[in-house]
């Protein structure tokens, strides 16, 4: 029997990353996104990495694979690889992408260096999500961020 990690993968935590549908628990990637969740709990990133890896392959198309993907690369700091699953998964949320999707978008791009790029995203999704104190957070770091190099300019 499959259980919710109560980990920093919690599946409870994973509505706000995914868009609300309902899933029936035979739904073979949302199995896979708890089984994933397991593993990481129980300290298996490598075994929980390829789960997600493969399943990627088997279900290009799911949220469930897509969001549990991206979270298992960025606990890696696999950014590159991150973004392009969470570029995916912007894709396949299309305009209903909700905040947390965006959060972790904004985060990927300015771990990997793209700070131009993050600083958009993070436009962009305050536009969406005017309100959202953790996009407003990434946003400031950036300006902050960007600031000592527009005075050097």
């Not at 396949?92 to 700070?115: D, F, K, N, S, Y």
Request: proline share 5%.
């Amino acid at each position: 029997m499959l259980h919710v990690a109560r980990s920093f993968i919690d599946a409870s935590k994973l509505s706000g990353f995914a868009t609300s549908r309902f899933v029936s628990v035979e739904n073979e990637p949302e199995r896979i996104r708890f089984i994933a969740s397991d593993l990481v709990r129980e300290g298996k990133l490598a075994e929980a990495n390829l789960l997600t890896h493969e399943a990627l392959q088997k279900y290009p198309q799911s949220e469930d694979v897509l969001v549990m993907r991206a979270l298992i690369l960025q606990v890696m700091q696999d950014w590159s690889t991150a973004r392009q699953v969470l570029e995916k998964l912007l894709a396949l949320q299309g305009p209903h992408a909700p905040a947390e999707t965006w959060c972790h978008w904004v985060r990927v791009l300015r771990c990997e260096g793209m700070a131009q790029q993050a600083f958009e995203a993070a436009t962009t999704a305050l536009t969406k999500y005017p309100d959202h104190p953790v996009l407003a957070a990434e946003l400031a770091q950036l300006q902050t961020v960007s600031q000592p190099e527009q005075r050097a300019a």
